[in-house]
């Protein structure tokens, strides 16, 4: 799959097409509540789908699609609107804690992400990689947290705007802020990543040579 597809794909199902949602059923009349509850289900049908088809499911994939779907039903039993927006703020801090949660384990957020983009050869690579190479867990375990304090302070500011901006408003200047905070962690991303390969001579996300000595 080409570069630019890897990206929009994921942005046109969680910002442009629950918004799309949102806003023609708004047109239409619809409630906020109906239409919040209906542009919320975008995402979490879309993982499922993708899920079924791969007739494979990453941890991060399964947590994602159990939140979208908790989501969805409790939305279902509650009323208000805002409490909605509130809650789906409160996803980015789920998701914050998941990919935090992930450095008490063996392998961090960034690590598996890096795997799921690799063939299986190249897989293996970056295993054998990451066991004998203290320089590749430290830079993979720092861009972990950055991604993961990333969703917490989005989480912040989601809540913020949820109860002090009006509810018409706050699906498209959340889904803004977010995309605007994840633009940053990315470019960040690449930056470390860069000083990192120049610096020990190892990708962090490429398929990098295997490494047959310990860094000292």
């Known amino acids: 799959m080409p570069a630019w597809r890897t990206v929009a794909t994921p942005i046109l199902f969680t910002v442009a097409l629950p918004l799309a949602v949102f806003y023609a059923l708004r047109s239409q ?16 049908v879309r993982m499922a789908v993708v899920a079924a088809a791969r007739r494979r499911v990453d941890s991060f994939e399964a947590f994602m699609i159990g939140m979208l779907a908790v ?21 980015a801090a789920a998701a914050g804690l998941w990919i935090l949660g992930s450095l008490l384990v063996a392998k961090p957020f960034a690590f598996q992400a890096g795997q799921s983009w690799h063939g299986p050869a190249a897989a293996r690579t970056r295993e054998a990689a990451w066991s004998v190479s203290p320089a590749l ?14 969703q917490l302070l ?24 977010g995309l605007a905070l994840l633009c940053v ?8 990543s860069r000083r990192y390969g120049r610096r020990h001579a190892l990708s962090l996300f490429g398929s990098s040579p295997l490494i047959t000595r310990r860094e000292g």
């Open 29 to 44: 009349g619809i409630g906020q509540w109906l239409a919040l509850t209906a542009s919320g289900a975008v995402p979490a």
């Open 71 to 91: 989501r969805v039903v409790t939305s279902l039993l509650v009323g208000s609107p805002r409490v909605i927006l509130v809650k789906d703020a409160g996803l």
């Open 137 to 150: 867990r430290s830079g993979l375990t720092r861009l972990t947290v950055l991604w993961g304090c990333a």
């Open 154 to 177: 989005d989480c912040g500011a989601g809540v913020l705007v949820a109860l002090l901006l009006p509810v018409e408003s706050v699906p498209a200047l959340n889904r803004a802020k």
């Open 185 to 192: 962690v990315v470019l960040i991303t690449v930056s470390y």
